[in-house]
C-alpha cells in the first residue's frame, strides 16, 4: 500500500512539474522571438532615415511635397564685430532726461561722447520721474545684447555700473549737466580731465548735449549707426509694432498723423486756442504744477502767431483737405490721448472717417502689457510712423524730428512738414471770409511743395543751435557718400521755417 502510494504521488508530481529537459524551451522561443522583433524594427528605422535623408531637400524645400508649405530656411544672425582694444578712461554713468525720442538721441550722442573720449559706458538710465512717469528700463524699451554687441567695435558698454563705483560701498560718485550743443573741444578739454580725478562721472542730464555741426565726420556717422542700427526694440515690442504695421498695410496706403494735440504738450507750450476757459485754466495750474517747465505766463495767441502752438484737430481737418487727403484717406493717429477725447476729434473724424489708433486696431490683451508705460506706448507709434507711406507732425517736437530722420535714411519716404506759422495766417483768413476755399487750398499746396523731406543740407545758424536744424532730423553726413552727395543735394539748402 505504502508502494502504490508512493508511485500515485509521483505521477502526480509528474503531471504538476516539467522534466528538467523541457523547462527552459518556452523561454529561449520568446527571448529568440524579442531579440528578432528588435533587430527588424531598427533596421526598418535606419532605413526610413536614410530614405529620408536622400529625400530631404525634394521634402523640405517645397518642391514636391503636397502636405506641407516650404519651410524657409532662418538667416544666421550678421557676425559680431570684433571688440575695440583700447585703455578706458573711466566710466560713463548717464541718466537721460524727457520722452522716448529725446532719451533715443541722448543715447546717441553719449555713446558718441564716450567714444571720443574713450570712456566705458555703462547701459543709460532712463527717465523715471517726469511728467510720464514711465517706470520702463533700458531693458523694457531696447534691445539690450544687442546694443552692447553691435557697438563693441566702438565702445565698452556695461550693462550696470560696476559694485566697486556703487554709493552702497561708499564710493561718492561726481555728478554734472553738460553743457548744451557742445563741440569736441568743450568734451576733450574740460570733461575729460574729471576722468583722471574721479574715474567715474555721471552726467544727470543728457538732452541736446552735442553740437548738430562742427563735429569730425565718423563722430557724426557713429551718432547715426547708434540711432538706425544700435537701438532696436525689443522682440515684444518689434512684433507688435510689426503687426500693426501689417494690419494697416492690407487696408491700403496710409498716412500716419502725429497729432500732438495732448494734455503735457498744451500746457508745455501755453497754447489753448480753441480750448475752453475751464480747461485753458487746467492747463495753466498744470504748467505750474512742474517746476522743470520754467515758463510760467504765456500769451497763447501770441506763440500761436509766431508758428509755436501744435495745429488743433479742426484746423488739422481743413489743412488735410487742402493739401488734396480725401474722406478715403486712411489715417493713423500716432498719438497718446487727445486732450478733449473724442469730441475733439469729432470734426477730424467726419472729415476723414477712416482714422484709426492702435487701440482700435489690437486685442486689448496685446497692448495690457504696455498700459501705463507711454514709452513702450510710443515706441509702437514710432514704428508705424516710419513705415507710414506719408508721415505728417502737427508739431516739431521730438518724435517729429527723429521720425522724420529715419524716413529720410530710408530713403527720403514722404514727410510733409507743415509751416505752422504760414498756415495760422491762411486759417484765420479763411475763417473770416477773407479766403475762399479754392483760394485757401491753393495757398496751401503752394506753402508745402518743399516741404516734403526732400533732400536738403541742414540749416547751420552760428551760436543759435536751437534755431538751426536738428541734427537728427536731418543727417545728411550718413545719407550720401563722397560725389553722390552733390548730386543728391546740388546747391538746395534748408530754408523751412516754422
Request: with cysteine; charged share 25%; net charge positive.
Amino acid at each position: 500500500m505504502e508502494a502504490r502510494s508512493d508511485s500515485t504521488q509521483a505521477a502526480r508530481s509528474d503531471n504538476k512539474l516539467p522534466s528538467p529537459a523541457t523547462a527552459p524551451k518556452p523561454r529561449v522561443q520568446v527571448w529568440f522571438v524579442t531579440v528578432c522583433s528588435t533587430i527588424l524594427i531598427w533596421t526598418c528605422l535606419v532605413q526610413l532615415f536614410a530614405a529620408g535623408e536622400l529625400w530631404h531637400t525634394r521634402i523640405f524645400t517645397g518642391q514636391v511635397s503636397r502636405f506641407s508649405a516650404p519651410v524657409e530656411p532662418v538667416p544666421l544672425p550678421p557676425p559680431l564685430p570684433p571688440p575695440r582694444n583700447y585703455t578706458s578712461n573711466g566710466v560713463l554713468l548717464v541718466s537721460c532726461n524727457g520722452g522716448l525720442n529725446q532719451m533715443r538721441s541722448a543715447i546717441c550722442d553719449m555713446v558718441t561722447v564716450a567714444r571720443l573720449l574713450n570712456l566705458t559706458l555703462v547701459v543709460p538710465e532712463l527717465d523715471k520721474t517726469s511728467f510720464w512717469a514711465d517706470p520702463s528700463g533700458f531693458e523694457d524699451i531696447f534691445d539690450v545684447r544687442h546694443f552692447i554687441d553691435s557697438l563693441r567695435d566702438e565702445v565698452r558698454i556695461f550693462r550696470r555700473l560696476p559694485k566697486r563705483y556703487s554709493s552702497k560701498y561708499g564710493y561718492q560718485m561726481f555728478e554734472m549737466p553738460p553743457v548744451s550743443w557742445s563741440d569736441e573741444n568743450y568734451y576733450l578739454k574740460q570733461v575729460l580731465p574729471l576722468f583722471s580725478k574721479h574715474k567715474v562721472v555721471h552726467f544727470n542730464r543728457t538732452d541736446t548735449r552735442l553740437a548738430n555741426n562742427g563735429l569730425s565726420l565718423p563722430l557724426q556717422r557713429l551718432r547715426c549707426r547708434v540711432n538706425f542700427q544700435g537701438l532696436k526694440f525689443t522682440p515684444q515690442l518689434e512684433a507688435l509694432g510689426s503687426k500693426l504695421v501689417r494690419i494697416l498695410q492690407q487696408r491700403g496706403p496710409f498716412v500716419a498723423l502725429h497729432l500732438r494735440y495732448e494734455m503735457d504738450m498744451l500746457a508745455f507750450s501755453g497754447c489753448t486756442h480753441g480750448c475752453s476757459e475751464e480747461e485753458a485754466e487746467e492747463l495753466k495750474k498744470m504748467r505750474y504744477t512742474y517746476p522743470w517747465w520754467r515758463e510760467k505766463e504765456i500769451n497763447s495767441e501770441e506763440r500761436r502767431s509766431q508758428g509755436l502752438c501744435p495745429l488743433t484737430p479742426e484746423e488739422v481737418a481743413l489743412v488735410l483737405k487742402a493739401l488734396g487727403f480725401d474722406q478715403n484717406t486712411q489715417i493713423y493717429i500716432a498719438a497718446g490721448e487727445i486732450y478733449g477725447s473724442e469730441h475733439r476729434l469729432s470734426v477730424l473724424r467726419e472729415a476723414f472717417p477712416r482714422i484709426v489708433k492702435k487701440e482700435m486696431l489690437l486685442e486689448s490683451g496685446e497692448l495690457q502689457q504696455f498700459q501705463n508705460h507711454s514709452s513702450q506706448m510710443a515706441a509702437l507709434d514710432f514704428m508705424v510712423s516710419v513705415a507710414s507711406n506719408t508721415f505728417i507732425p502737427t508739431y516739431d517736437g521730438n518724435m517729429a524730428k527723429v521720425v522724420e530722420g529715419h524716413r529720410r535714411y530710408l530713403g527720403f519716404k514722404k514727410t510733409i512738414l507743415l509751416g505752422r506759422k504760414r498756415l495760422v495766417e491762411l486759417l484765420d483768413l479763411h475763417n473770416n471770409k477773407t479766403l475762399t476755399w479754392d483760394q485757401f487750398a491753393v495757398a496751401v499746396k503752394e506753402a508745402h511743395e518743399r516741404r516734403t523731406g526732400a533732400p536738403t543740407h541742414r540749416r547751420v545758424i552760428p551760436d543759435k543751435p536751437k534755431e538751426e536744424d536738428y541734427f537728427y532730423a536731418n543727417p545728411q553726413e550718413c545719407l550720401c557718400e563722397g560725389t553722390n552727395c552733390h548730386d543728391l543735394y546740388g546747391h538746395r539748402n534748408s530754408s523751412l521755417t516754422r
